[in-house]
């Protein structure tokens, strides 16, 4: 999919502003009401990790530090192959060393956003650290319930009419604010009895009926509900209780545009200076908060820098100028000051996790520390002194952690992933390049396990980005990098870089942020292939979302990869101009695409799209595509079989951006590494069960090394068969 300057493009691993689509499908995954269980593991000899183990993973989905700072809890998800499905679990866990670690149960099924993600949701804590308060789904409806810290049966607390949204425990405990969703009196029926005028604003591509596009466009409200803990009751929040508690909504919610009752930022604020995530001092003064920086004037990068101002007006802080993300901030608790996890890869620096924090008033800073790995989910306690956080790095899934801030140390609390002492992995290293031009690329180098030097390996570069975490499955977790490094390969996960921000229509700039990533990789190889560790000629590149296009864009302008496999939404052909809505027509005028794409654009359409050049296309591609994004898709894939080039694609229902059945991502795993075992090592599993896709795969090879006019003829027979 193309992301213009005017919206960046989002990092689905690390931002914290999830993409609008539309819900998960009826049809996706299961839940199973059996909590995670964190096993007892002993040492054995390791063995080769495989795809299943990346699969089981238990995954943090919010973390919270009590606030008396003697207890962690948390939220795990997992996936559960047999019966597609997850389950989850809440856990509470001392601080102190020897602390025993106490399950209460399941946490209710995954939050799933808009794309797929299971979004991560904090527990919260009452004021007096005995009591744990967390979202949960029953009878079809999502309210806030109520564990004991020490065990026991939960209790729902909330019972609104409708999701409750978000909440916000106040500060003396006594009461919960509630966001409430409150959905549009759309009557379905009578808009399905007429014929719908078509003006442009529904994005076709989608499975869900027009009518119910219809409705979700119109969408609905949210109410701002009161609940009296002593009393069980819940109403209507007044003025002055929305005043009282207005900093709460800004806290709870990411974007402004839904709070009710905002007064600190006015909409024209909020959209003209792309205001996101603004949270208010404990102290009620000022206000911390995000701004999105795509103007060529203000930055020559697409960046995401802090601001601070006072909440009654007044003078703008620059907190992080020059920044181009910050992943987390938060107050500390006495309003001094504000702390952020600064993760920017793109500088010249060891060490590129660290933990800054930064005057509201002053716009000084201090470094508090550098993070051993990657540090991420901090939470603090009510003194300010301690923190809890997940700790990962290259080999290590994400893991329990405390912070001492006033010594600077990092102490574990708790693996939750114990097999993985016993599976053998391969440490990423970083390597950075540059461009003809100068743009820097960066990304980390996963050798063989069985690697000797001297000896030549197959190369497999994963796209879009890359960090100190665990290499997984790069974005989108459908690419098995430690599986990949098992069975002989060698990868790079490869992060394509920082956005240039242009002036609105400049296509020569805006081509950059496809062509300087491709110059970046070809670069990277080149690199790695003077060191002697990987043969140029076999090459492989895979990519989900803007690595997609990164996808591609590759095979169809270079002849840099000898195998590709992408998971869409690639989606940069004229195709999609027709498709998108007028919603993205100015985006992709401002990219220089604008207007009917045969028209004044189609030179630039021409040297942007896959599909006008998938002539060129000599890589051998796999698509793995969602339901709802695959007719985006058709111009280029379709365009390779009528050329007769070798292409496979595998559609997968009930699915969106984020492919999150576990039946489906594991079939995903498994065939991704079949796919460059065939292509860059020759190689087959002898799995009988596998026996009918080793014979198609076979006669896509013989359409390499087909001549032209073969080629064609072939291209005509599939033509009149269609």
Known sequence: MIYSHKIGCFCLLAIAFPLSAFAQPDMGPGFDPRPVVIPKIQKTTPRPVNSMDLL?????????????GKYVAFVLGQAVHATNSYRSGL????????????????????????????????????????????????????????WKRTGGVPVQITHAGHDVKSF???????????????????????????????????????????????????????????????????HPASEKERATYGSWELRTYGSLEHIPGTTIFSAKEIQEQHIYG?????????????????????????????????????????????????????????????????????????????????????????????????????????SGRWLACTHQNTTTPPELALVDLSKGRVRALLNVNPEFRNLQLSSGKRIDVFTPSGDRFWGHLVLPLSYEPGKRYPLIITTYRDGDAFLRGGVGDEYPIQVFAANGFAVLSFDTGRQRNHTSG????????????????AAAVAKLAERGIVDRSKVGITGLSHGAEMVEYGISHSDLFQ????????????????????????????????????????LNWRRLS?????ERVQAPLLSNIAESEYLAELQFLVSLQQLAKPVEIFVYPNELHIKNQ????????????????????????????????????????????????RRAQVGRESASVN
């Open 91 to 146: 856990f509470v866990v001392g601080t102190q060393p020897g602390s025993q670690l106490v399950s209460l149960g399941t946490a209710g099924s995954p939050h799933w956003d808009d794309i797929n993600q299971w979004w991560p949701e904090d527990p919260q804590w009452s004021p007096d650290s005995q009591s744990i308060y967390y979202r949960m789904k029953d009878a079809g409806s999502w309210q806030v319930w109520r």
């Open 610 to 614: 896959p599909a006008l050049n998938a």
């Open 56 to 68: 089981t993973l238990r995954d943090f989905h919010g973390v919270q530090i009590s606030p008396d």
């Open 563 to 602: 195998a590709a496999i992408e998971s869409g939404d690639g989606a940069q052909d004229p195709h999609f101009f027709y498709m998108a809505g007028k919603s993205w027509h100015q985006t992709l005028a401002d990219l220089g695409l604008g207007g009917w794409p045969e028209g004044h654009s189609s």
């Open 506 to 521: 400049d296509f020569a700039t805006a081509l950059l942020w496809w062509q300087s990533p491709q110059e970046g990789m």
């Open 278 to 382: 603004a949270k208010v001092a404990p102290d009620g003064r000022n206000v911390v908060y995000q701004r999105g920086l795509d103007d060529v004037v203000e930055s020559p990068w697409t960046a995401y820098p802090l601001f601070s101002k006072p909440v009654g007006g007044g003078a703008v802080v620059a907190l992080t100028p020059g920044a181009s993300y910050i992943a987390q901030y938060w107050w500390r608790p006495d309003s001094k000051e504000i702390y952020y996890a600064d993760y920017d890869a793109s500088r010249d620096d060891p060490r590129p996790s660290k933990l800054i924090a930064v005057s509201a008033t002053s716009g000084e800073s201090r470094r508090v520390m550098d993070s051993p790995g990657f540090l991420s989910d901090y939470t603090m306690d009510r």
């Open 168 to 234: 916000q425990l106040s500060s003396d405990g006594s009461q919960l604010v509630l966001i409430v969703d409150t959905p549009a009196a759309v009557d379905i029926q009578q808009l399905a009895e007429h014929g719908i005028l078509y003006d442009g604003s529904i994005q076709e591509g989608r499975r869900r009926p027009i009518v119910e596009e219809i409705a979700a466009a119109r969408g609905g409200a949210t109410e701002t509900l009161i609940h009296d803990l002593p009393q069980g009751r819940e």
């Open 662 to 709: 576990p039946k489906h991502r594991y079939e995903i795993y498994q065939r991704n590494l079949d796919w460059f075992n065939f292509w860059l090592r020759e190689a087959e599993d002898a799995d009988s069960a596998k026996a009918g896709q080793y014979e198609r795969w076979r006669e896509l090879k013989k359409l390499q090394t087909a001549p032209e006019a």
